[in-house]
């Protein structure tokens, strides 16, 4: 048994559904699961719904609801002619529920996490019932299941973590019967329920994680993530033309890597696969013929020092510089039982005598927490940067690797405002200006990635054309954190540049969050690495 996993651009449209038909056929001898994201940016308009809701404006948020239900109606028509009567009444009824959810928001002028999943969850519900009801026209033996009956999580709303054993029974009474008659489950990704029977969702790009979680509860054969690009690619392929694909990479390297940025694959979705040992395949749904990346437990050399150079942006860069006649070890406890007490999945971490500094997604920094540091501490918070990482399991113990990337990124004219190496061994991190990022990835690639090691890359026309879409996405400083703007400033700081050197100082903070790269690095750190 296998799961098939396809993304937002994959199932936009009739054409591109149609071809994930093909693609399941193709694999129909080996017992496919096929789970499917809402159709492309359904997922961001719904948000937008959320907000005009919460806000009042209840006209524009029906106006979207009507584009997204003719959308979706047209779509269903297209792919389904006969049988259009019963897939239209699934899509008219879970739009009608869309649409009385929205209007109590609008009437309470409140939209809490718990909420902002429910509402979240129609464009999953939606895309999977039109997928499966195609498939079954096609003359595969498709049938819808409700993933909210299937994956059982914690309660933590918009990025709920699952609960292993208690999705495994669910999946496998679900499943068991409908898998045994070999019969074909399309389920929704990114959505799951509380044990209570509440909606949840997995954090955006969740469904990656959806299919993993099946894969890993049901022992899978493997898991293909079926996306827009032709595989994992030494770099984003939006960011740099002449990103290339990765034929194979370790389990690690890519978990860092999605850890770091690289959104083809949601930072937890590697977890359940490793623990199951299940090789994952990311494959271009546009390419039937596509060979993809194999991420497995181990993956051989390649000629490059690097396997991959990712960015991660919207970070926030914390200083803090201990007051006067605070002892050292003082200063660390209380900036670290801090970050445990706020539950602050920070990144990296640099320290010096008596300042630290800290780096952490700016739409996760708390409010409070700036303040709480500002009792002990001189504070200053930089928005709009970005974590820069090269990742390749090769660079352990080689000398003269850190300095050829600085060197290269000098000659980029990027200043770097923080470096950490050695508290992972298999990346080196830095941080620079989000609006650097282009600059400096594209010279990092193109010295770290000579030509010479080509394989199949993106063409240059393709990357031109993804280049001309939103490449990096972060947030516009000072937008959420009022209560601590005093303290924040976007030029550059006075701040520690010290690197790292102590890979636990990591722990405290990352540990709390149960993330992909969180758990490898607790891993590496007690020496358990595979
Ligand atoms: P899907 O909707 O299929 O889940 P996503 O948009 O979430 O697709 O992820 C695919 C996108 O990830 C690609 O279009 C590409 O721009 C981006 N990306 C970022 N880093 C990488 C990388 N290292 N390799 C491949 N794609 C990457
Ligand atoms: N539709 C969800 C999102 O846009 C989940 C996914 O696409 O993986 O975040
Ligand atoms: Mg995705």
Redesign the pocket.
């Known amino acids: 048994m296998i799961i098939m996993k ?5 199932v936009e449209n009739a054409a591109a559904i149609e071809q994930v038909a093909e693609i399941v056929r193709s694999r129909q001898k080996d017992s496919p699961i096929v789970v499917v ?1 809402a159709f ?1 940016k359904v997922t961001d308009q719904l948000v937008l719904m959320g907000q005009q809701a919460a806000s009042g404006d209840c006209e524009s948020c029906l106006q979207l609801l009507q584009a997204i239900r003719a959308r979706h109606l047209e779509t269903a028509e297209a792919l389904v002619e006969t049988g259009f009567s019963k897939i239209s009444k699934r899509v008219e009824s879970i739009t009608a529920d869309l649409e009385h959810f929205v209007r109590g928001v609008a009437a309470v002028r409140e939209l809490s996490p718990r909420s902002s999943d429910c509402l979240l969850s129609f464009g999953e519900l939606l895309s999977s019932e039109i997928v499966a009801a195609a498939l079954a026209v096609r003359g595969l033996d498709s049938v819808w299941v409700d993933a909210r009956e299937c994956i059982v999580t914690d309660a933590m709303h918009t990025r709920a973590r699952p609960l292993f054993e208690a999705t495994k029974e669910h999946l496998q009474a679900k499943l068991g019967p409908v898998l045994v008659k070999s019969r074909i489950p399309v389920m929704g990704g990114f959505i799951a329920a509380t044990q209570e029977g509440i909606p949840t969702t997995l954090g955006r ?1 969740g ?2 994680f959806s299919a993993a979680i099946v894969g890993a509860a049901l022992t899978a054969e493997r898991i293909e ?5 032709e ?8 960011l740099c033309a002449e ?1 290339r694909t990765i034929r194979q990479i370790s389990f690690n390297e890519a978990a860092e ?1 999605a850890y770091f ?4 694959l949601h930072p937890a979705t590697l977890l359940p696969a490793i623990e199951q040992n299940i090789p994952v395949y990311v494959l271009n749904s546009r390419n039937l013929k596509s060979k993809g990346t194999r991420i497995t437990a181990h993956a051989p050399r390649s000629r490059d020092i690097f396997r ?1 150079i ?1 960015a991660k942006t919207g970070v926030s860069m914390v200083n803090v510089v201990a007051s006067r006649g605070l002892m050292v070890h003082n200063f660390l406890r209380s900036v670290f039982e801090a970050l445990d007490r706020h539950g602050c999945p920070v990144d990296l971490v640099a320290i010096s005598e008596v300042s630290l500094s800290f780096t952490m997604e700016s739409k996760r920094l708390p409010e409070n927490l700036l303040a709480e540091l500002e009792e002990i501490a001189d504070v200053t918070c930089e928005d709009q940067h970005a974590i820069v990482c090269l990742v390749g399991e090769d660079i352990h113990g080689k000398p003269g690797i850190a300095a050829n990337v600085f060197t290269t990124v000098a000659k980029a004219g990027v200043n770097v405002r923080m470096i950490s190496q050695g508290a992972s061994e298999i990346n080196i991190s830095f941080v620079i200006k989000e609006s650097d990022v282009p600059q400096a990835v594209r010279h990092l690639h193109t010295h770290f990635f000579p030509n010479h090691s080509a394989q199949v890359g993106a063409t240059a026309a393709a990357g031109e054309a ?1 280049r001309s879409r939103n490449a990096t996405g972060g947030r516009k400083a000072n937008g959420s954190h009022s209560s601590s703007e005093k303290i924040r400033k976007n030029g550059l700081a006075s701040a520690s540049r010290s690197e790292t050197a102590d890979g636990g100082v990591k722990e405290p903070a990352r540990a709390a969050q149960v993330s992909a790269a969180a758990v490898l690095t607790v891993k590496r750190a007690s020496g358990s690495r595979g």
């Open positions: 396809f993304g937002g651009t994959s994201s492309a790009g469904s990656d993530i079926w996306t827009d690009v595989g994992m690619m030494t770099t984003d392929p939006r990103a890597l940025g690289a959104k083809v991959a990712t993804r």
